[in-house]
């Protein structure tokens, strides 16, 4: 095969990692290496409250993150779920795909992989996302202590459906040899019921990735893309030869017409084999309040720094 052009394709949080992943690619390394390392990178930026440490925690005031990764070339995959207490869920989901037969570990069983393989540990819940968590709380006149005495929290996780405290981030990219990796990373929706999964770590909802045909992940909304399979459809539309950007645009409509509790914002990446990319969102600004167009980032081993791009929006 010949020499590719390398190319990454990201959510717009991924943008700061995306000369790492890049000179990863410049050096010949492999997609696979490309995505983890960027993906890593995010996990531990405390700034970024949607992944890793300082991410959302759930109701309880704890950060459970979720992670998946997937090698385009065999399509094996391994991921993560409600995993507390670990900095880099993505190096775990890898570790399930190349140590075990499985695909994916949840809760107390990711735990115990994670300290088997030597696993970084970090406390993920930091000042900023604690006093946020600490403010819903009074929102609903609710205290630490006393949500923790509660029999029933579903009550008070349905206040939080309108809040805009979601968030991921993704990568997909293209090495010099042709071959396709992805990732996806999370802390999940913010203050969620404990034990909550969303797309994330659903290979086929939140993240697919089949280098014959190429990649596809989502952020946002995770309920729709796991009712939808919006990865793994996204993918299939690229092999029955539609261009990236039509699939991304059918993603988003076709998770408009799901029933769902608005505002119900989804997003998706899409990086074809021949490295066209696009994005899609059924949301104009990343929150009611702030009035920033959701965007993606996207490089190439030409570029000196990430490009920020527009989403395409799907009413």
Request: net charge positive.
């Amino acid at each position: 095969m010949a020499p590719r052009r390398p190319i990454v394709v990201a959510s717009k949080n991924g943008a700061t990692a995306l000369p790492a992943a890049m000179e990863i690619l410049r050096r010949g390394g492999t997609a696979l290496d490309a995505v983890e390392a960027a993906a890593r990178i995010v996990e531990a930026d405390p700034a970024d409250t949607s992944v890793g440490r300082g991410g959302w925690p759930n109701i309880l005031g704890t950060v459970e993150v979720d992670a998946s990764i997937m090698d385009g070339a065999t399509r094996r995959a391994g991921s993560v779920g409600a995993v507390r207490g670990y900095l880099h869920p993505i190096s775990i989901a890898r570790a399930v795909m190349e140590r075990l037969p499985h695909v994916m570990l949840v809760g107390d069983g990711a735990m115990r992989f994670a300290r088997e393989i030597g696993a970084e540990r970090s406390r993920l819940l930091t000042p900023r996302t604690r006093g946020l968590w600490l403010d819903f709380l009074r929102q609903v006149r609710e205290t630490p202590r006393s949500v923790l005495r509660r029999r029933e929290l579903a009550p008070v996780v349905m206040r939080t459906v309108r809040l805009e405290r979601k968030g991921t981030v993704n990568f997909i990219a293209i090495d010099r040899s042709g071959h396709m990796a992805s990732a996806v990373s999370t802390s999940g929706w913010g203050y969620k019921y404990p034990g909550r999964l969303g797309d994330s770590p659903v290979i086929g909802a939140g993240n697919y990735c089949d280098e014959r045909y190429g990649g596809a992940c989502c952020t946002g909304f995770g309920e729709l893309a796991l009712r939808g399979l919006t990865a793994k459809t996204a993918v299939d539309r690229l092999a029955a030869g539609m261009p990236p950007e039509e699939v991304a645009r059918a993603a988003i409509r076709d998770v408009n017409e799901l029933d769902a509790p608005r505002p119900a914002a989804m997003n998706i990446v899409v990086l074809a084999r021949d490295g066209g990319y696009a994005s899609a969102t059924n949301r104009r600004y990343t929150t009611l309040e702030k009035r920033e167009r959701r965007r993606f980032s996207v490089m190439t081993s030409d570029m000196s720094e990430p490009l920020l791009l527009d989403r395409t929006l799907v009413r």
